[in-house]
């Protein structure tokens, strides 16, 4: 899903922040940054198994838009069975601080602090 420029008007298409949500936002493509964010290469199934209820289509699709915008690579071998693992890309790899300090703003912010703690995921980027 690379970002048109159509659907941003006016003031939206100045805002770096919507963007950025545009782009990295939502409930499975931060969940993906961090898993993806050790730097290690993940397979689907991999990617998959470690969020737990996310189905095929919403993983294929959250992979393909962090994909289309440099975020993600794919890297298919050519091998029987096939085999596709994902990295992140050197732009991908600037996000990685951006979710470390949004993770520990989060952790000082929250209510119930005596809960308040990396997940595994996080705590698996430093």
């Known amino acids: 899903m690379a970002i048109k420029k159509e659907k941003f008007v006016g003031e939206e298409l100045l805002c770096p922040i919507k963007y950025f949500l545009e782009v990295a936002g939502g409930k499975w493509k931060t ?10 290469p993940h397979r689907y199934s991999r990617i998959r198994r470690k969020l737990g209820n996310i189905t095929n289509t919403m993983l294929a699709k959250s992979l393909q838009e962090l ?18 693992e994902y990295l992140l890309t050197d732009k991908g790899k600037t996000i990685v601080p951006i979710l470390l300090k949004m993770a520990e ?22």
């Open 31 to 40: 969940s993906i940054l961090c898993i993806l964010a050790t730097g290690e």
């Open 67 to 84: 994909e289309d915008e440099d975020i993600v690579e794919r890297i298919q071998y050519n091998e029987i069975p096939p085999r596709v």
């Open 105 to 126: 703003w989060s952790s000082r912010s929250m209510v119930d602090k005596s809960n308040a703690s990396f997940c595994k995921k996080c705590q698996s980027i430093d």
